[in-house]
């Protein structure tokens, strides 16, 4: 039960940036079209000095001498180090029951009502975190999900949560299930009593997710400006604070691909800055940032 490689990464690691190499021309229009191809992100020329003193770590974290030699690294194995470039350039920040309100609208009317409706054998409850980081926010789902089909005497319902994002360094925490004991702070009391196990010995100061949660959701990789392998539908995405360094088109792309993995009636969660306003017209705002397909 030890802390992720993901959480240990930046340990003793100077965040001074490489004295006298410069991202060159070249080196910048190759790392823009590759963010823009692969992260879906648009760097402007006000982003360079940016781009350039955040990687000046991970090139001292990968003992690399310049710029050129990390594009080299991306030519050669692009997939490995995606997650690494995504956090630099964007954030992983993350945490249990962040912004509430999606998990109350949850809690007190989907469940009940999807509850309601799936008495039937074979069907099923899919909910999908796209761009979920480190696991806390499908495991924070898992526990509303967990208490409702037990309210609902419905624990043998087809009742799953898909976990994906496209940074092994993350899932690699959210797999593990394993959190710092003094980063819980969005879970009640009750909650935590009932979900989340505590690390004794060397494990002291860190808990594990129930098994039972760890049952219900699925960590898969998976970059969502690439090829999607799921078929079925889901009753809800949550795809929060991940699309608010994405630009229109791309944004417009996405959100029409969700439309079609969403039934009538479906969920889709947004963060709190972002917004399908005069982007996509598949859905209707039915509360701060739930947005529900039109039928
Ligand atoms: C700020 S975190 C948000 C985590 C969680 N959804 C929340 O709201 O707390 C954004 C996550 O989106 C992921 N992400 C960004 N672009 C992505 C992409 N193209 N495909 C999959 N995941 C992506 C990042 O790796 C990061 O873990």
Redesign the pocket.
């Known amino acids: 039960m030890h802390a992720s490689t993901a959480q240990r990464k930046d340990a003793g690691v100077s965040a001074s940036p490489l004295a006298g190499v410069l991202l060159g021309d070249h080196e910048f229009a190759y790392l823009r079209d590759f963010v823009y191809q692969?992260?879906?992100i648009a760097l402007s020329d006000q982003k360079r000095q940016l781009v350039q003193g955040r990687l000046a770590r991970r090139l001292r974290q990968l003992h690399l001498p310049d710029y050129a030699a990390y594009c080299a690294l991306l030519r050669a194995d692009a997939d490995s180090e995606l997650?690494e470039l995504?956090?630099v350039i964007?954030?992983?920040?993350?945490?249990f029951f962040?912004?509430p309100h999606h998990y109350e609208l949850l809690e007190k009317e989907l469940l009940p009502q999807w509850l309601d409706c799936k008495r039937r054998d074979g069907d099923r409850l899919r909910i999908w975190?796209?761009?979920?980081?480190s696991g806390?926010?499908p495991y924070a789902i898992a526990m509303v999900l967990a208490e409702a089909l037990e309210t609902a005497g419905a624990k043998h319902l087809d009742a799953k949560i898909l976990a994906?994002?496209?940074?092994p360094q993350?899932l690699e925490t959210a797999r593990n299930g394993v959190y710092a004991a003094d980063r819980l702070g969005g879970i009640s009391a009750e909650r935590r009593h009932r979900w989340l196990l505590r690390g004794s010995g060397a494990n002291e100061g860190y808990v594990r997710v129930h098994p039972r949660l760890r049952e219900l959701v699925t960590v898969q990789p998976?970059?969502?400006?690439h090829d999607w392998p799921m078929k079925g539908l889901f009753d809800a995405i949550?795809?929060?604070?991940?699309v608010i360094y994405f630009d229109t088109p791309t944004k417009k792309r996405l959100f029409s691909r969700y439309a079609a993995l969403l039934p009538a009636g479906g969920y889709l969660f947004l963060?709190h800055s972002e917004s399908m306003h005069g982007i996509n017209d598949d859905f209707e705002l039915v509360g701060r940032t739930a947005y529900r397909k039109r039928a």
């Open positions: 692969n992260l879906g997650g995504a956090s964007s954030t992983n920040v993350t945490s962040r912004e975190s796209a761009g979920c980081s806390e926010e994906t994002d496209l940074s993350v998976l970059n969502l400006l949550f795809c929060r604070n991940v963060g």
